[in-house]
């Protein structure tokens, strides 16, 4: 991708879409990141967004061609929903802009994805999506345990979502326009998943999708992989839950991390003597046990989780880098070339009741 301008400059980004993500970016850009990054203006379809945007200062353009047109927007973030993704990233790249579009870049199609990468190469711009959610400190807490290997050799990961709350009933709801939770949230917590395994072949999968509160899209769902190395990761987003389950578990060898929530309450739980198996029976419903007897404190010992700082701006800090200076981004078109194989492979096995394996790996 050929750089352009300088590194005194400002980038000139306008945003298509100014609903809630859409105003997000704005307000972020506006308020963060104005050295590097100016707020050219936004486009909404309806007039009461564009009222909305006016409101909070923010310039409207009369259409999305005039953005398009605008000399100064070098670079487009795309926030409408998900269906209509395709046709305006396309659009925005014939107009030489370079492009970040909200997930999901399409609604789960290898071949729109294959086009979008293709078009953003004949026009040598940035084509990239915007995953946030790589910056959630509950997945950085998750990732350093991961990366540290406290645990041993981790052989279990789940991570969990539950809202209670259904699917929202606008475009999220309707298939047409890419609604349902795996689109949604799944393409966060799959993304994270892909990341924490960026060097470990996917070798199998099976996915059930739930329809509880809604008949059209899915409401939810969970999927069980299988990883090179014998690791399972369970990803699973569930709407109906009036009782949430911790955020992530993971099970390692040689102990157990819980990442309760977003605000990582939780702690690391090791064994400290793995020789020391005597245990006595202890009462179990109608039975007893000795198996499954809780461990005693002279056997285990708890830490605190690590708590690695995290700042979601680098996100748009790196757009700039890539921009100005050439630098990788860190959203790349093979991150999102698996997600999306990923994605279809999901829906095949939801649909079909099956596990999908991958012959070569994914
Ligand atoms: N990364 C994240 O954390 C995150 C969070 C929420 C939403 N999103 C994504 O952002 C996108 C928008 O979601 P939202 O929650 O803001 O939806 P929203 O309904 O609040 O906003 C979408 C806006 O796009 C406008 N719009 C629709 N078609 C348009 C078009 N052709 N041209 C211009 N404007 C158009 C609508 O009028 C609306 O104001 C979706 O792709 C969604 O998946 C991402």
Redesign the pocket.
Known sequence: METLGTIEQPIGLAV?????????HAWKILEQLSGKITLIGV????E??QEAAREKGIYTFPS?EALLSDPRVELVT?????D??K??VLNALHHGKHVI????VTIASSADLEEMIAAAEQAGRLFTV????RWDPDYLTAKEILEGNPLGRVFNVESRVHGSRGV?G???ALKAT?GGML??WG??MLDQMLTLNEHRKLLSLYAQLTYVTCDEVDDGFRVFCRFENDLTFMVEILTSNFIELPRWYILGENGTAIVKNWGRDGEIVKVSDWENRESVPVQAGVGITKTMAPRTNDTIQRYPLPLPAGDWLEYYHNIFDVIRCGAPPIVTHNQQRRLMKLIEAILTSGEENRVVTFAEGL
């Open positions: 298509i879409g100014y609903g809630g993500m859409g105003s997000y486009y909404d379809i309806r009461v967004r999305r795309v926030a409408t929903p998900n209509s993704h046709e305006i579009c909200e997930k999901p915007h995953q946030n959610r929202p606008d475009w999220r890419g689109l949604d393409i966060h």
